[in-house]
């Protein structure tokens, strides 16, 4: 019984102390589940990068091979449109090149669909007095054909839009509201046409006409796929319309979505990742500095200025969450230590009341000497009582001592990242902290913590598992762990001995995979001796 109420106290406290750096708040189950579907695919944006690369490299070959220069200007215009939201020096570079072949071959209408798409490059990278430039004084429209007029005015509603929502920006430009184009275009463009219904969309949005801007977003999105970067762009405003609307899940589900869209077609020019990263930075700190972490990273790399601006504006937020996960964790020390003050309490309320039967017993076995026989089983009951005691009081000890130490250290850990992480962002350095970040093994470092105290844990309470166990193995599958240590397999059943049978447990405890803990109890119950249906049975009777 004394065990069991220490080893809960010690439980008790050590989840307090986990909790001092663990996520803060909850999200609804479904963006947890979409969230960690998210996670699957940040993992994998390496991958879907070489595949983006494997693409783009196909395309170039085939242009170099290429001396026609109608086929080579298409093919290059091509290339610029798989680079528009992947590289900004890479697009602007093809397009200049396709103005230039386009005035080698002296055709107007290709140099101005060249010029104009440069232009649209320029404005949604935020390089707006370019794009001013560009757009508005080097375009003569008296030469565009009515297609081309159609993209030109597309673009310069889209650069209006862009515009007016980063006004933030340094540049200070006067150019017409998107209002001003939007009934033109939707004169002009086929009422079937994403386009059009884009356009509806967004005028229903600034209506404040909700639902109808709502189903006519839907239906934007069920003309595309996951596959089509178009489908990211549909989504976030489905994000935007909901956080009108009112609706925080609907919101942070889209932009999940969005999110997750950018990974797979390996874009680099988004928004959708940092506000999600935005979003949950007061319920899970750590991710959503991972997420801002490669945001930061696509957008140095994608080299326009738009979204490191806007990811700048997020550092502050990102201050403000270190304080408050600092306040949390004085807080959380501070209940620590109550806690370790009511099991120092507690111990000593033990040891009490094991000194007072011990002297009970004492005075018991002066009583009984008359009888020699009573006497001889006193002693034998005394003796076995005070090994007990002695070595409940050496448990006690050990695990007092080994606890405030753990905590101490772990205390001490905290505040001195903390305190560097906070210093790092006062001066600025949000690169340096990002990739300190980046390379942290605090988690590993933790739990490789975590395996040694199990081990130390469990073969003190049950020192001769090692060679019980290997009794119930055929001689050449027997183990031979490191001293004071366990292996793998050992572990396993070492939790098997302590009554969890559920490998999902387990896997969840060791920070195993599931398969991984399968495949170890298969490997051990086929080396068996014994019938292996019962191997779990007889491990659980091992030490009673």
């Known amino acids: 019984m004394c065990t069991k109420v220490l080893v809960r106290l010690i439980c008790a406290a050590a989840l307090l102390s986990a909790a001092a750096c663990g996520p803060r708040g909850d999200l609804d189950h479904s963006t947890r589940k979409l969230l960690g579907e998210l996670d699957g695919y940040v993992a994998a944006r390496d991958v879907y990068t070489a595949r983006k690369m494997d693409q783009m ?50 055709d107007q209408e290709r140099y101005n669909r060249a ?4 232009g649209h490059l320029y404005a949604k990278a935020g390089n707006y007095l370019e794009a001013n430039s560009l757009l508005y004084g080097q375009i003569d429209t008296s030469a565009l054909s009515e297609a081309l007029m159609t993209d030109y005015l597309y673009y310069l509603y889209d650069f ?22 939007r009934q033109r275009l939707l004169d002009l463009l086929p009422k079937d046409s994403d386009r059009w219904r884009t356009l509806l969309r967004d005028r229903l949005t600034e209506e404040d006409r909700l639902a109808s801007a709502d189903s006519v977003a839907h239906l934007l999105l069920a003309g595309t796929t996951p596959e089509e970067h178009v489908y990211a762009i549909y989504a ?23 999110a997750e869209c950018d990974m797979m077609n390996a874009v680099r020019d988004y928004a959708s990742l940092t506000m999600v990263a935005q979003n949950i930075l007061s319920y899970d700190v750590d991710r959503s500095f991972r997420y801002l972490r490669i945001a930061q990273e696509d957008a140095l790399a994608y080299n326009a200025k738009l979204r490191p601006w806007q990811i700048s504006r997020f550092l502050m937020e990102v201050e403000d969450a ?19 003050a009511i099991m120092v309490l507690t111990l000593s309320v033990i040891t009490w009341f094991l000194v007072t039967r011990s002297r009970k017993l004492t005075r018991m076995r002066a009583l009984l000497e008359s009888n020699n026989a009573q006497l001889a089983a006193a002693n034998a009951e005394l003796n076995v009582l005070n090994k007990q005691i002695s070595k409940a009081d050496k448990v006690k000890e050990e695990y007092i001592v080994d606890f405030l130490q753990g905590l101490s250290e772990q205390v001490a850990l905290l505040r001195s990242e903390d305190n560097r992480f906070r210093n790092l962002l006062k001066q600025g350095k949000s690169d340096q902290l990002f990739k300190e970040l980046a390379i942290s093994e605090r988690s590993e470092r933790a739990l490789e913590e975590f395996y040694r105290k199990f081990d130390e844990t469990f073969l003190a309470l049950y020192p001769d598992f090692v060679e019980q166990f290997n009794a119930l193995l055929q001689e050449d599958a027997r183990i031979v762990p490191p001293k ?60 009673k």
């Open 160 to 181: 209006s839009m862009d515009l007016a929502g980063n006004s933030g920006m340094v540049e200070r430009l006067s150019i017409p509201p998107a209002a001003s184009f």
């Open 236 to 258: 976030f405003h489905l994000s935007d319309i909901a956080e009108r609307d009112g609706r925080p899940t609907d919101r942070m589900a889209w932009l999940i979505r969005s």
């Open 57 to 106: 490299d196909a395309l170039r070959k085939l242009c170099r091979t290429t001396e026609d220069p109608d086929h080579r200007y298409d093919l290059e215009m091509s290339i610029a449109e798989e680079y528009f939201a992947f590289s900004f020096d890479s697009t602007q570079a093809y397009l200049k090149h396709c103005q230039d072949l386009a005035l080698k071959m002296k």
């Open 322 to 340: 270190y304080s408050a996960r600092q306040s949390r964790s004085r807080l959380f020390s501070m209940v620590a230590a109550i806690l370790l």
């Open 484 to 543: 004071g240590r366990l292996t793998t397999e050992l572990r396993i059943f070492a939790l098997i001995r302590l009554g969890m049978d559920d490998s999902k447990k387990i896997a969840t405890m060791l920070d195993y995979s599931v398969s991984t803990i399968y495949n170890h109890k298969v490997a051990i119950k086929n080396a068996a001796l014994g019938d292996r249906s019962k191997f779990e049975e007889q491990v659980k009777m091992i030490g």
């Open 115 to 118: 010029s104009i798409e440069l």
